[in-house]
């Protein structure tokens, strides 16, 4: 018996420690591209943690003069995803090129410390220290044959308006020998061009290949080419309109499960999201509008909220019950674009609790038949999308004083049975909106938003009552049926397997 165990305990412990044994080092090619000049040029590392970051640190470690100090990647606080924040020593996030596609697009959608790498994989990292500059995104494929390496370029664009790659043939670009400078070829109207089988490519200050036949960064592993980019940004928004009387915007402010502002009147002359911010604030928050600054990102060339009700971070923005880059929103993505017009109603949702449950997006509407209905938008930051649930079971409140006016049903909707006496409704600390005619400044009820607290034992919620139930009525069952089978065994045993005698025949059966 001792022998028998002795074997299963080492047989479990060959099977834990099989893994360490499989995890073998790789060696891969990286790339270094800093305003438009290549610093390394497709040289070796390797590694043991086979992901993008594991080769970065070590990349920085092999090459740069600073060693691992120049690199350095986290969870965003904002985003809620992990970030590069320093490449290089320069603080802004890079274009990382894992053979022929960037992190985060179509063909990759994965995030630095997750991304696998393997050996002979081509790593580009291209950065910008100019955040007037927008850095190149050169992904490289080599294809060698008979002394040959087809070497095919293609640029890479992030589209800030949707957050979503497009890609292109990089045509016209000078290829060099990058240890001697010596100049190789141009890429024709395809992005590729044919050097000998030996040494290193690289696309002139921007990206690197070994044409030996050594990388594993090859046409055949490249996905499939997307739509062609647009040849020049788009155009800037249009001016916001501007109204000399000036329009009435309802203003809500969330802040961590507390309502601090609940849909309260500002007027408004310039017509966007931006301008209901800044009067917000100037009314009602203690520091006035030094609460809140927006400003065009240098990192995402794009117009973000950077600090809102005093809080350094990027807040939900909800307009009439959509965020931005949603339903009557889709065509808008930031605030100093989005128009707003007389009796809208603005909600902004701010988070400080990382590494806890998330405070939910909700947004009120009501319909023409006085029906309201409530909304939980939840963001997902890999595609940065939005979706949409009903916000079942809350409490409709009036905003002033906290008398329930109706509650939610299964699809999110209440029918009130009066209304609000501030002219406010609200679920308490989350969000509100404004459905009387003149409403006066109020303070909003204090009530904070607590998790709903979920049982999930097999008995817990609604539906484990309901299996607790079907169990119930189950034995209940069982029992006077069990009587019934046992008294039919007893019997049966008692006559010794005779069920009946047929008195015509005198027969037993």
Known sequence: MKKALAFVIALVLLAAMTPLALAVDATVTVSVSVDGQLVVAAQPVTVSDLTVNGVLKAAHTAYYSGGESGYSAEIDP?????????????????????????LGSASLQATAD????????????????DPTKTARAIALTADVADGSATVTATEWVLDFTTFTYKSSPCANAKVIDPATGAELGTTDAQGAVVVNASGIAAIEGLAAIPVDGSSASTSAAAPAPAAPAAAAPAAPAAPAET??????????????????????????????????????????????????????????????????????????????????????????????????????????????????????????????????KATNWTFDPTTYTYSDT??????????????????????????????????????????????????????????????????YSVFGGPDGRQL????????????????????????????????????VVGKKK
């Open 78 to 102: 904002i985003w809620n995803m992990y970030m590069i924040k320093k490449t290089w020593g320069i603080t802004a996030t890079p274009y990382v090129i894992v053979n022929g596609a960037p």
């Open 114 to 129: 997750v991304a696998p790498v393997k050996a002979g994989d081509n790593i580009i990292v291209s950065i910008s220290s």
């Open 243 to 372: 109204s000399e009387e000036g329009v009435t915007v309802y203003f809500t402010v969330c802040l961590d499960g507390v309502l601090q502002v609940a849909a309260q009147p500002v007027t408004v002359h310039t017509l966007n999201g931006d301008a209901v911010l800044r009067a917000g604030h100037a009314k009602y928050y203690s520091g006035g509008e030094a609460g809140y600054t927006a400003a065009i990102d240098p990192m995402f060339n794009m117009y973000l909220i950077q600090r809102v009700w005093g809080v350094q971070t990027i807040p939900t923005f909800i307009l009439n019950g959509y965020p931005l880059g949603t339903g009557d929103n889709k065509a808008y993505i930031t605030v100093d674009s989005i128009p707003v017009k007389e009796g809208d109603n603005v909600v902004i949702v701010i988070s400080t609790l990382v590494g806890t449950a998330p405070i939910p997006n909700v947004a009120l509407t009501r319909g023409d038949d006085g029906t309201v």
């Open 390 to 455: 009903p916000y079942a079971n809350a409490d409709i409140v009036d905003a002033q004083s906290g008398e329930v006016l109706g509650t939610t049903d299964a699809l999110g909707r209440a029918k009130l049975k009066s209304e609000p006496a501030s002219g406010v409704i609200a679920i308490a600390g989350l969000t509100a909106l404004a459905v009387g005619g003149d409403i006066q400044p109020f303070t909003p009820i204090s009530d904070k938003y607590t998790p709903p607290a979920r049982d």
């Open 468 to 503: 607790l139930w079907i169990v119930i009525f189950g034995v209940g069952g069982a029992i006077p049926l069990g009587a019934i089978v046992l008294h039919a065994q007893r019997k049966e045993l008692k006559n010794y397997g005779v069920k009946f005698v047929d008195p």
